[in-house]
Each structure stands twice: as structure tokens, then as C-alpha cells.
């Protein structure tokens, strides 16, 4: 079955710890993105990646990193510097053919909680 | 920039009763609009979307019909059940320099009670 794949499903670090959250899809999808949502919140947007090896900052990018070495993977790695990281991860990605009707598909979800 | 607006939750009502969910939108271009679904504890889904002024999409009895001229994306269904109970979100996606840009509502929760 096509569809996206994030890893672990649930994760819980120290503070002062990074971690990295595992997103794979394997529907041949150019353009990857990650979200992050706070209970009883909207989705509010961290990088995404139009092609492999280039990525863009979203709208709260401060304390997170990613990289794109494959198309079919985008980890995201929760740095230290990341105030307040328990929330629930979302990654997605579309075919980006240039059309602004292609859908974006979504994992499952991490949910990360600091201790 | 890019916005969308949706009618603050929670929605809490009975099994059969009739759904709207407002949905309004701001965009500089030409946007495609979406309506997701999220279950608790997982992913959204696409629900439906429309991709160009008067389209209606549709799926599994929910509708919404793309108005530019009052800029809205309103969901209904026409008799709701329990199992429709889930977190829905609006969306636009435009695209920008970098390519394809999605924005989201806040969400609006739905409660349906047997």
C-alpha cells in the first residue's frame, strides 16, 4: 500500500535532548512537509521541501531542523533550542505537479512529549 | 498573506440533525480549497476539495461548493452520524516561489450524540 510513514508513534525525551522524528513516503511525492499541532489547534507549518536537498522554513522553524537527502524521507529533528516541544507531529506530502489542486496526504502522527 | 477563517466548535449535535460548517478564505491567486478530517489521534484525510469557482465536491454525503464571489468553502451534510464525530479543517493551497502552499483553518470539532 502507498501512503506516508512516521516513526516512532509516540516519543518522549529529556530536555536538553535533541531527537529526530522519522517520516517516509513512498508514493514518489516531490514536495514533503512537516506540521505542528497543539491540542485544540490548527496545523502551523515548520519546513517543507519542493525537491530533494533544498527545503524552505515555515512559519515556526526556530529550534527545529530538517534535511532532504532522498525524496522518499524527511526527518525532522527537535533541537534543544526548541522551547516548548510537546506537541503532535504531522508529516505531509503532495505530488506538486505545479497545480493548486493536488492533495496533500498526511501520516499518522508523533506525538513527542518532553519529561 | 494567504488566511482561512472557519466557525469556531465545538459543534455538538444529534444523530440525523442537518451540518453546516462555515468556511470562508483570503488569497491574493487562484486557490484550490479543501475540507479534511481528523479522528482522534491520527492524520488528517481529505475529505473533499474543489478546485475552481462553482465546483462542488463531495464524499460520503458531505458537499461544499466553491463561491468566489462571497470567497467560501461552506461544508454540509445532510444527516449526520455518530461516527462523523472528528476534528474538520478548511484549507487553501496557492503556490508561491517555492512551489505549493497550504494553508489551514483552526479546525472545527464535531460532536455527534446518539
Known amino acids: 500500500d502507498g501512503g506516508i510513514t512516521q516513526s516512532p508513534k509516540y516519543l518522549f525525551r529529556k530536555e536538553g535532548q535533541n531527537v529526530t522524528l522519522s517520516c517516509e513516503q513512498n508514493l514518489n511525492h516531490d514536495a514533503m512537509y512537516w506540521y505542528r499541532q497543539d491540542p485544540g489547534q490548527g496545523l502551523r507549518l515548520i519546513y517543507y521541501?519542493?525537491?530533494?536537498?533544498?527545503?524552505q522554513k515555515g512559519d515556526i522553524a526556530e529550534g527545529y531542523s530538517v534535511s532532504r537527502e532522498k525524496k522518499e524521507s524527511f526527518p525532522l529533528t527537535v533541537t534543544s533550542a526548541q522551547k516548548n516541544p510537546t506537541a503532535f507531529y504531522l508529516c505531509?506530502?503532495?505530488?506538486?505537479?505545479?497545480?493548486?489542486?493536488?492533495?496533500?496526504?498526511f501520516g499518522p502522527g508523533t506525538r513527542l512529549t518532553v519529561l | 498573506g494567504d488566511s482561512v477563517t472557519q466557525m469556531e466548535g465545538p459543534v455538538t449535535l444529534s444523530e440525523e440533525a442537518f451540518l453546516t460548517i462555515n468556511c470562508t478564505y483570503t488569497a491574493t491567486g487562484y486557490p484550490s480549497l479543501f475540507w479534511y478530517v481528523q479522528y482522534p489521534g491520527e492524520g488528517l484525510q481529505l475529505l473533499l476539495k474543489a478546485t475552481k469557482a462553482d465546483d462542488k465536491g463531495s464524499n460520503k454525503g458531505f458537499e461544499a461548493t466553491y463561491r468566489k464571489e462571497t470567497t467560501s468553502f461552506h461544508l454540509e451534510k445532510g444527516s449526520v452520524q455518530v461516527s462523523d464525530s472528528a476534528v474538520y479543517f478548511c484549507?487553501?493551497?496557492?503556490?508561491?516561489?517555492?512551489?505549493?502552499?497550504?494553508?489551514f483553518g483552526p479546525g472545527t470539532r464535531l460532536s455527534v450524540l446518539p
Open positions: 505531509a506530502s503532495s505530488p506538486s505537479t505545479g497545480a493548486t489542486g493536488d492533495t496533500q496526504y
Open positions: 521541501s519542493q525537491i530533494v536537498n533544498d527545503f
Open positions: 484549507a487553501l493551497s496557492d503556490l508561491d516561489n517555492y512551489g505549493q502552499n497550504f494553508v
